[in-house]
């Protein structure tokens, strides 16, 4: 969709985490751009909104990863889906069933058991 290098160098450029952060930038500039103008003003004020909404986004992901205990979990599949764990856990999902999704969305083969003792850990 974007050329790779030039998204790279945004990336960079707003020091964004990830490269789907930028894309979102680029496609919510494009509709500021539509909705409000091209004149320098408007430029500056989209750039600077969507850059502060980005970055604050990204403390608040850092921040409840923070809040997850992932000390002594050496699975590494669970390390990488455990913020998709406990959100599924907080729809209400049990284990087994959180174990199916995860299979279902991602092909990440994770045991009942293991996700059970990882949601037991945060509880207690």
Known sequence: MFPYAKLKDLQELL???NKKDAEIFLV??????KKNGATKTSLIK?????HKQLQ???KEKKEEIKKIKLTGIKNKILLKYATKILELHKQG??????SNVLYELHKAKISHSTIYRFLKA???
């Open 15 to 17: 020091g964004l985490e």
């Open 28 to 33: 919510r500039l494009t509709g500021w751009i």
């Open 46 to 50: 989209g750039i600077t909104l969507i």
């Open 56 to 58: 604050e986004k990204e």
């Open 93 to 98: 999902l049990g284990a087994r069933k959180i």
């Open 122 to 124: 945060q509880n207690g």
